[in-house]
């Protein structure tokens, strides 16, 4: 069983700023990759930003320049720094890890998401 604990969602005002981060516990024994999606209501649920094992990220266009996305090898953490948040980033955020199990199957895991919304 792998868990992942998300935390740090909520109300901001735009231009605010938010940190989401996540934490991948239990029978995973090597992580290639963590990110973030994100799904708006009515809308499909799209890549935010991306971290691979050698620490290479990739962003949405719609994020470049206002979120950053981190990771805590040691922790099995990935970190999600949002600033200058607009309107439009108002979604349920979503953790994605992507690495092995303990029988070194390759697997997808999602946490259970966390909304945030941005609103004045």
């Known amino acids: 069983q792998v868990q992942l604990v998300e935390s740090g969602g909520g109300l901001v005002q735009p231009g605010g700023s938010l940190r989401l981060s996540c934490a991948a516990s239990?029978?995973?024994?090597?992580?290639?990759?963590m990110g973030w999606y994100r799904q708006a209501p009515g809308k499909q649920r799209e890549l935010v930003a991306a971290?691979?094992?050698?620490?290479?990220?990739n962003y949405a266009d719609s994020v470049k320049g206002r979120f950053t996305i981190s990771r805590d090898n040691a922790k099995n953490t990935v970190l999600l720094q949002m600033n200058s948040l607009k309107p439009e980033d108002t979604a349920v955020y979503y953790c994605?890890?992507?690495?092995?199990?303990?029988?070194?199957?390759?697997?997808?895991?999602w946490g259970q998401g966390t909304q945030v919304t941005v609103s004045s």
């Open positions: 994605n890890v992507e690495g092995y199990d303990s029988t070194w199957l390759k697997r997808a895991y």
């Open positions: 971290i691979i094992s050698g620490g290479s990220t």
């Open positions: 239990g029978s995973i024994i090597s992580i290639n990759a």
